[in-house]
């Protein structure tokens, strides 16, 4: 069985750019959700996609956008990033059935 | 949306002690609520969790327990270890993840 997978681990942008980033669900999962976990605090939900469609969001502004993939992949897209969007990005998935999620080690984004 | 409190922020206990945490959440159509162990740089592991129709679950020297009238949720980790030192996040939500939060987290230190 395959884990969550993502890509990149670290990645380091200026203000005012845009960074993609890429998550590989768990074998058998076909829901995927974002979240942002700033140093020393807790991971906050982005949003979640099930079925290439979005299913959820949490308060991100709409710079902070998403796509699902048929199979069930997912990217983060962030526009215009501030300094402020320097944090951990982690990616979980889940299947169906009120089953756990699993979470990726996450890509480390800092703005300079 | 919800919103979750987690107390307290530190705790520092003696090996062998036990170990409590409790989180209090608002809205009350959440019912799932999962505790996760994060160590440093590395990605939330699900430890235990607990469903609205539940009121007490264990596992080993963990166990959580769930008041839905109040509305809060504690975790309880007996004969603590030094290699249960991490942080400790609680969270709720639905079941599909598609509202989902998370506390601010409680470092835990057991001291040989």
């Known amino acids: 069985e395959t884990g969550v997978t993502q890509s990149p681990t670290h990645l380091i942008k200026t203000r005012g750019q845009q960074v993609t980033l890429r998550c590989s669900s768990q074998?058998?999962?076909?829901?995927v959700s974002w979240y942002q976990q700033a140093l020393g605090q807790g991971p906050q939900f982005i949003f979640q996609?099930?079925?290439?469609?979005?299913?959820g969001r949490g308060n991100f502004p709409p710079r902070f956008s998403g796509l699902q993939f048929p199979n069930y992949s997912s990217e983060l897209n962030v526009n215009a990033l501030e300094l402020d969007d320097s944090a951990l990005y982690l990616c979980a998935s889940s299947s169906s059935g009120a089953q756990p999620q699993h979470f990726g080690d996450g890509t480390r984004l800092s703005i300079l | 949306g919800e919103n979750v409190e987690q107390h307290p922020s530190t705790l520092s206990v003696q090996e062998g002690d036990s170990a409590v945490i409790k989180c209090t959440y608002s809205d009350s159509a959440s019912n799932y609520f999962p505790w996760y162990k994060q160590e440093l740089g590395k990605r939330p592991q699900l430890i235990i969790d607990i469903r609205s129709n539940v009121g007490e679950k264990k596992d080993q020297r963990i166990a959580v327990t769930l008041n839905k009238t109040a509305k809060h949720f504690s975790l309880h980790i007996t004969e603590t270890q030094p290699e249960d030192s991490a942080v400790y996040f609680c969270?709720?939500?639905?079941?599909?993840?598609?509202?989902?939060?998370f506390g601010s987290g409680t470092k835990l230190n057991v001291k040989p």
């Open positions: 074998s058998g999962h076909n829901t």
């Open positions: 996609y099930y079925r290439e469609e979005e299913n």
């Open positions: 969270a709720a939500g639905g079941y599909n993840f598609n509202k989902f939060y």
